[in-house]
């Protein structure tokens, strides 16, 4: 990797921070990193903004930075008691405009369904709704609350920060970075795709700091990252990278807690963009991040799309493992049936345990344990699948 080097990024404005928006987390977070306000203090004033996309790793003259093989969006910076995130820096970046065209030429390949036709661009702006190697404020300032939230009730109901993302500052980029980027992206773009990159950043550009225990490295890039380890078997080699059984503990555990506080994992209208439990998300260290998918129990209206998303959140996590657990192996979906055998003995490992942990904290939501109490398995199928498979709305006025 190369040597990190940086310039500092005055913000235009300081949109969100945790001093001022969330005292509670930062006297939490204060305890255990040191010189926290120090940090903070300098921050406010101007952010290290990356000299290039492309991954690096090595000392500065203010700590240890690096950005691992496909953070594209975001770095780190290493400390005592965790690291310091920071994304949406990469507008600022020497590299960008070449970043760019490479992301324009790039076909995304889905497992089982082939290359797209969209470049890697394209599947930003049109997939995800989001602006190629750019965080539009809106989207600093729902992930800083939105983790904010869920922190606060973690550390209100268990005494301590969850291994999730805790956010310290969301600024607003000056409206000539916005403009600068997006006519970079001009010609790389269909009209579409512009349209969407358009409305997303109506608000101007961004970027987040947040805190996270550890450098987080996604179960989706411990293929490249354990490649170099030889022949071994893949449990051996992901043993030395980290704890696997301490890592599914920890996230069939905090799966539970967050649905014991009230929250779902995933909501509806983020899928094929992304839940924090799936495994572009999902930390090998046991935590995860990107939790602007997380959506509170309470603004979830009606059962039938309080039970998509709770089987949601079931099938991202079990996928996860299973992915995790077996490595870059070929297409689990080939082998049987839909589910295979092997999404098959997750589910039946997997969901007697997070039933058995929320039970433990118990939750408030009257709906989560009816979805997992044990019931006679007729009246219960009857009854869910009904609801999950309604038949059509009649459209008498139309025919």
């Given amino acids: 990797m190369n040597a990190p080097q940086f310039t500092q990024q005055r913000p235009q404005a300081i949109a969100w921070d945790i001093a001022r928006d969330a005292p509670q987390l930062h006297a939490a977070l204060a305890a255990g990193v040191p010189a926290l306000d120090r940090r903070l203090a300098q921050l406010r004033a101007a952010l290290p903004c990356a000299a290039s996309v492309a991954p690096f790793s090595g000392a500065a003259p203010d700590g240890d930075y690096v950005r691992p093989y496909r953070h594209l969006r975001a770095f780190y910076q290493q400390l005592p008691g965790g690291v310091f995130a920071f994304k ?220 998509e998303m709770l089987l949601a959140a079931m099938a991202d996590l079990s996928k996860t493992i299973r992915h995790f657990i077996l490595g870059p192996a070929p297409d689990a979906e080939a082998e049987y049936r839909n589910p295979s055998l092997a999404m098959l003995q997750t589910l039946h490992r997997v969901l007697p345990a997070l039933a058995e942990r929320v039970a433990l904290h118990q939750p408030a939501d009257p709906r989560l344990l009816r979805a997992l109490a044990r019931r006679a398995p007729f009246d219960a199928l009857a009854e869910e699948l009904t609801l999950l498979t309604p038949g059509a709305p009649s459209m008498r006025q139309h025919t």
């Fill in 88 to 307: 949406g820096t990469e507008p600022y970046a020497a590299d960008r405009d070449a970043h760019l065209r490479t992301l324009a030429e790039f076909r995304v390949d889905y497992p089982a369904r082939g290359r797209s036709l969209f470049s890697a661009a394209e599947h930003f702006a049109l997939v995800e709704q989001k602006t190629p190697l750019a965080l539009g404020l809106d989207e600093a300032l729902d992930d800083a609350r939105i983790a904010s939230a869920l922190q606060a009730a973690h550390l209100a109901r268990f005494g301590e920060l969850a291994r999730l993302p805790t956010p310290l500052l969301a600024i607003a980029w000056p409206r000539s970075t916005r403009d600068e980027h997006l006519a970079a992206l001009r010609p790389l773009l269909s009209q579409r795709a512009l349209r969407i990159v358009e409305t997303c950043t109506q608000s101007g550009l961004g970027a987040l700091v947040y805190h996270y225990p550890s450098v987080p490295i996604r179960v989706a890039h411990l293929p490249v990252e354990l490649a170099t380890r030889g022949d071994e078997p893949w449990l051996q080699r992901l043993a030395k990278r980290t704890d696997p059984a301490l890592a599914v503990e920890r996230w069939i555990d905090l799966v539970a807690r967050l649905l014991a506080l009230g929250w779902l994992p995933g909501r509806t209208d983020h899928i094929g963009i992304g839940h924090c439990v799936e495994m572009q998300n999902a930390v090998i260290d046991g935590g995860f991040v990107d939790v602007g998918s997380v959506i509170a129990m309470g603004q979830v209206a009606g059962e039938r799309a309080f039970q």
